[in-house]
Structures are given as structure tokens and as C-alpha cells.
């Protein structure tokens, strides 16, 4: 039909829903979500909808004259959780593990996660301490969405994020953390390296009210 809409001419846009249940376990408390989202017509879409010209580390492909990127894949994006809250002596324990799988590339996509945070600074003299691991592959997720501190907010990465915490005043929080990252870890960078490290400290003062 003339003047229909293709992949090509029609905007690119996303849609989700997200599902998510508390269950008690003695005197803990274990949650359990489900997320899924879909970035439609985005695929060899030029100009592609990214920031700055910027997939992030998504595949992207050179169309036209003079090129321009695009993306090479939609998104159609499943993520599960699972957090088991409970206590250590006092202390509160928040164990979590995650799960992302891209259905839309030829070869399925995964991402995972898992980590803890031990206490929880918010009180007079108070601390938390936790640490995570994330594997991140290429195409996983839209990277556009993606955490911006770990590993720079790229894809093709994985590695550790440790944190501490502590109030030296009720609500006043000061917090580090150090990223041990490697970038690149599937697909060489434009100068043919990969498993590139990066690593960063990164402070933080926050008050809550």
C-alpha cells in the first residue's frame, strides 16, 4: 500500500511490563520479578536512535552515502530476579542474582548478574559493604539503557563492582566505589585490542530525607 508504514519509516519506539511478587521465607523475604521489553523498529534504522551517534557497544552496521550507523539487531528483551532479603547477626543481607537474554539476534544474547550488600548505612554510625559481578554480552540488551558507571555504560563487558558505605550522620552517607572492569571481552576495539581494563574509584556524599 502506498504511503504504508515499514521498519524503515516508522519510528522507532519501546514497550514493556513488568511482573513481581514478595514471598515470605521464615523470617526472611524472597522477591521474584520478570521484565521484558521491546525496541521496535530500530533495526537498520538511520538515523539510529542512540545519544550522541553512540550505540554503546551494541553492533551497529553503515548504511547510505555518506554512511551512517544503525543497529543491527531490534531488542526483544527478557530480564528475571530473584533478591533474598534477610539477617546476619543484625545486619541485614540482601543476596540477588539476575538473568537478561536478547531473543531478537540469530545467536540469543545473555547478560548476568548476582551480588550482596551486608548492613545498611542510613543511621548514626552505621556501614554497608557489598560487592557484584556482571557479564555483559554485546548485543543483550539496548545499551542506551544500561548502567553509565560500569564499565563506562559500554556492552562486551564484564567484571567486579565493590562498594562501602558509611554515615557518620543519621541520612548522611558517604559512599566508594571501585569498578574492576574489562571492556571488549567478544569483539576487538577500533584499535584491534580486547579484554581492555578499566578501572575507576568513584565517591560519593548523599543525603536523604
Known amino acids: 500500500m502506498s504511503g504504508a508504514e515499514t521498519a524503515f519509516t516508522a519510528d522507532a519506539s519501546m514497550a514493556g511490563a513488568q511482573l513481581g511478587a514478595r514471598?515470605?521465607?521464615g523470617s526472611s523475604t524472597l522477591t521474584l520479578a520478570a521484565h521484558y521489553y521491546d525496541l521496535s523498529a530500530a533495526?537498520?534504522?538511520v538515523p539510529a536512535p542512540v545519544y550522541?551517534?553512540?550505540a554503546n557497544g551494541n553492533?551497529?552496521?553503515?548504511?547510505g552515502t555518506p554512511p551512517q550507523i544503525a543497529l543491527a539487531n531490534d531488542y526483544e528483551v527478557i530480564d528475571v530476579l530473584a533478591q533474598l532479603n534477610l539477617t546476619l547477626g543484625t545486619l541485614p543481607l540482601q543476596i540477588w542474582v539476575e538473568g537478561v537474554q536478547n531473543q531478537d539476534p540469530q545467536e540469543l544474547e545473555t547478560a548476568y548478574a548476582a551480588g550482596f550488600l551486608l548492613g545498611g548505612a542510613a543511621n548514626y554510625r552505621t556501614w554497608e559493604f557489598g560487592a557484584n559481578?556482571?557479564?555483559?554480552?554485546k548485543d543483550s540488551l539496548y545499551a542506551q539503557v544500561f548502567d553509565s558507571d560500569f564499565a563506562g555504560g559500554v556492552t562486551d563487558t564484564e567484571g567486579?563492582?565493590?562498594?562501602?558505605g558509611y554515615a557518620p550522620i543519621r541520612n548522611w552517607v558517604l559512599n566508594a566505589t571501585?569498578?574492576?572492569n574489562k571492556r571488549n571481552i567478544d569483539v576487538a576495539n577500533a584499535a584491534g585490542f580486547k579484554d581492555v581494563d578499566y578501572d575507576r574509584l568513584q565517591l560519593d556524599f548523599n543525603?536523604?530525607?
Open 23 to 25: 514471598i515470605p521465607v
Open 43 to 45: 533495526q537498520l534504522k
Open 52 to 54: 550522541n551517534n553512540n
Open 59 to 63: 553492533t551497529t552496521v553503515n548504511i
Open 133 to 137: 559481578y556482571h557479564y555483559v554480552e
Open 160 to 164: 567486579l563492582v565493590i562498594r562501602a
Open 178 to 180: 571501585y569498578f574492576l
Open 207 to 209: 543525603l536523604r530525607f
